[in-house]
Nanobody
Framework: QVTVVESGGGLVQPGESLRLSCTAS????????VAWFRQAPGKEREGVSS???????YYADSVKDRFTISRDSAKNTVYLQMNSLKPEDTAIYYC???????????????????WGQGTQVTVAA
Protein backbone atom coordinates (compact mmCIF):
# COMPACT_ATOMS: atom_id res chain seq x y z
CA GLN A 1 0.00 0.00 0.00
CA VAL A 2 1.32 3.41 -0.99
CA THR A 3 0.19 6.61 0.69
CA VAL A 4 0.04 9.74 -1.44
CA VAL A 5 -0.10 13.14 0.23
CA GLU A 6 -0.72 16.51 -1.40
CA SER A 7 -0.14 19.92 0.11
CA GLY A 8 -0.01 23.56 -0.90
CA GLY A 9 -3.59 24.38 -1.74
CA GLY A 10 -5.24 27.56 -0.62
CA LEU A 11 -7.17 30.68 -1.52
CA VAL A 12 -5.61 33.09 -3.99
CA GLN A 13 -6.73 35.94 -6.19
CA PRO A 14 -6.90 35.70 -9.98
CA GLY A 15 -3.46 36.12 -11.53
CA GLU A 16 -1.62 34.83 -8.48
CA SER A 17 0.39 31.64 -8.12
CA LEU A 18 0.41 28.51 -6.00
CA ARG A 19 2.70 25.53 -5.82
CA LEU A 20 1.29 22.13 -4.97
CA SER A 21 3.49 19.38 -3.59
CA CYS A 22 3.03 15.63 -3.69
CA THR A 23 4.94 12.92 -1.94
CA ALA A 24 4.36 9.20 -1.61
CA SER A 25 5.59 6.49 0.72
CA UNK A 26 6.95 3.95 0.72
CA UNK A 27 8.98 4.09 -2.43
CA UNK A 28 10.63 6.68 -4.62
CA UNK A 29 8.75 9.27 -6.63
CA UNK A 30 11.59 9.04 -9.15
CA UNK A 31 10.33 5.59 -10.16
CA UNK A 32 6.68 6.48 -10.56
CA UNK A 33 4.59 8.18 -13.19
CA VAL A 34 2.88 11.02 -11.35
CA ALA A 35 -0.05 13.15 -12.39
CA TRP A 36 -2.33 15.84 -11.09
CA PHE A 37 -6.06 15.68 -11.58
CA ARG A 38 -8.69 18.14 -10.46
CA GLN A 39 -12.40 18.11 -9.88
CA ALA A 40 -14.62 21.14 -9.52
CA PRO A 41 -18.13 20.96 -8.06
CA GLY A 42 -20.55 19.59 -10.60
CA LYS A 43 -17.83 18.83 -13.11
CA GLU A 44 -16.04 15.70 -14.21
CA ARG A 45 -12.58 14.87 -13.01
CA GLU A 46 -9.97 16.39 -15.33
CA GLY A 47 -6.37 15.41 -15.96
CA VAL A 48 -4.20 18.48 -15.51
CA SER A 49 -0.60 17.40 -15.91
CA SER A 50 1.64 14.37 -15.65
CA UNK A 51 5.30 13.42 -15.58
CA UNK A 52 6.59 10.02 -16.55
CA UNK A 53 9.43 8.14 -14.91
CA UNK A 54 11.62 9.31 -17.78
CA UNK A 55 10.65 12.93 -17.25
CA UNK A 56 8.23 13.40 -20.14
CA UNK A 57 5.58 15.93 -19.24
CA TYR A 58 2.02 16.38 -20.43
CA TYR A 59 -0.49 19.17 -19.90
CA ALA A 60 -4.16 19.75 -20.48
CA ASP A 61 -4.76 22.50 -23.01
CA SER A 62 -6.52 24.53 -20.33
CA VAL A 63 -3.33 24.87 -18.27
CA LYS A 64 -0.62 24.77 -20.89
CA ASP A 65 1.85 27.66 -20.54
CA ARG A 66 0.53 28.43 -17.03
CA PHE A 67 1.25 25.25 -15.06
CA THR A 68 4.53 23.40 -14.75
CA ILE A 69 5.05 19.92 -13.32
CA SER A 70 8.45 18.97 -11.96
CA ARG A 71 10.13 16.40 -9.78
CA ASP A 72 12.78 16.76 -7.08
CA SER A 73 14.05 13.24 -6.50
CA ALA A 74 16.22 14.29 -3.58
CA LYS A 75 13.12 15.50 -1.75
CA ASN A 76 10.95 12.66 -3.10
CA THR A 77 8.44 15.24 -4.22
CA VAL A 78 6.58 16.22 -7.37
CA TYR A 79 5.43 19.79 -7.72
CA LEU A 80 2.76 21.54 -9.71
CA GLN A 81 3.61 25.20 -10.13
CA MET A 82 0.45 27.08 -11.04
CA ASN A 83 0.80 30.60 -12.37
CA SER A 84 -1.72 33.12 -13.67
CA LEU A 85 -4.48 31.33 -11.83
CA LYS A 86 -8.05 31.84 -12.99
CA PRO A 87 -11.35 31.33 -11.19
CA GLU A 88 -11.99 28.33 -13.42
CA ASP A 89 -8.93 26.65 -11.89
CA THR A 90 -10.87 26.35 -8.63
CA ALA A 91 -11.10 22.67 -7.76
CA ILE A 92 -9.84 19.93 -5.52
CA TYR A 93 -6.47 18.85 -6.87
CA TYR A 94 -5.42 15.24 -6.55
CA CYS A 95 -1.97 13.75 -6.92
CA UNK A 96 -1.92 10.25 -8.39
CA UNK A 97 0.83 7.75 -9.04
CA UNK A 98 1.44 4.75 -11.24
CA UNK A 99 3.91 2.29 -9.79
CA UNK A 100 5.24 1.11 -13.13
CA UNK A 101 6.39 4.59 -14.11
CA UNK A 102 4.99 4.26 -17.60
CA UNK A 103 1.48 5.14 -18.66
CA UNK A 104 0.09 5.26 -22.17
CA UNK A 105 -2.67 7.75 -21.59
CA UNK A 106 -1.15 10.10 -19.04
CA UNK A 107 -4.20 12.28 -18.42
CA UNK A 108 -6.72 9.48 -17.95
CA UNK A 109 -7.49 8.56 -14.34
CA UNK A 110 -7.69 4.82 -14.95
CA UNK A 111 -3.98 4.65 -15.65
CA UNK A 112 -3.01 5.29 -12.03
CA UNK A 113 -2.80 3.07 -9.00
CA UNK A 114 -2.95 5.36 -5.98
CA TRP A 115 -4.64 8.65 -5.24
CA GLY A 116 -4.12 11.24 -2.56
CA GLN A 117 -6.91 12.81 -0.54
CA GLY A 118 -6.77 16.05 -2.47
CA THR A 119 -6.03 19.67 -1.68
CA GLN A 120 -8.43 22.54 -2.29
CA VAL A 121 -7.44 25.35 -4.61
CA THR A 122 -9.75 28.36 -4.70
CA VAL A 123 -9.20 31.29 -7.02
CA ALA A 124 -11.46 34.22 -6.22
CA ALA A 125 -11.28 38.01 -6.05
Amino acid sequence: QVTVVESGGGLVQPGESLRLSCTASPGSMAHYAVAWFRQAPGKEREGVSSISRGGNTYYADSVKDRFTISRDSAKNTVYLQMNSLKPEDTAIYYCVIDLSGLVYRPLLPGEYDYWGQGTQVTVAA
